[in-house]
């Protein structure tokens, strides 16, 4: 088995941003991230790359019922996220990059809490 090196960051903005400025079409990047989203690497994969990958794949997401609880990937359908969405989660991306990199251990810690959190009002009904 041949072990690839991951993606860089810099890897993942740059296929962002063309799909936001609508260089390349969204298919294409989904198809671009989801054999990466399951590589077996040669060294560990940085954390916020890898969930930049699996939110890149779901760029081609499109409606599959009036009513949006149906969704699948690509055409047919209008897509979930609009152009200002794609713009707005890459900005959001990158700030949690500049987060994790401030401080890995405490970014990690934040989101364990936060997902408990969710996970107790999930249980409690709220």
């Known amino acids: 088995m ?34 990466l989203m399951f590589a077996e690497y040669g060294t560990e994969p940085d954390l916020l790359v890898m969930q930049a990958l699996q939110y890149l794949h779901g760029l081609d997401m499109t409606y599959r019922s009036d009513d949006g609880r149906l969704v699948g ?32 251990a405490g970014w990690v810690a934040a989101q364990r809490r936060d997902a408990m959190a969710e996970i107790q009002r999930e249980r409690k009904g709220t």
């Open 73 to 104: 990937h690509g055409p047919p359908g209008a897509y979930v996220r609009n152009q200002d969405d794609i713009w707005s989660e890459l900005h959001e991306w990158r700030r949690r990059c500049r987060d994790y990199d401030a401080d890995p």
């Open 2 to 35: 041949v072990l690839i090196a991951p993606p860089s960051r810099a890897d993942v903005d740059e296929h962002w941003q063309a799909v936001a400025r609508g260089e390349i079409a969204r298919e294409t990047v989904s198809a671009w991230a989801e054999p």
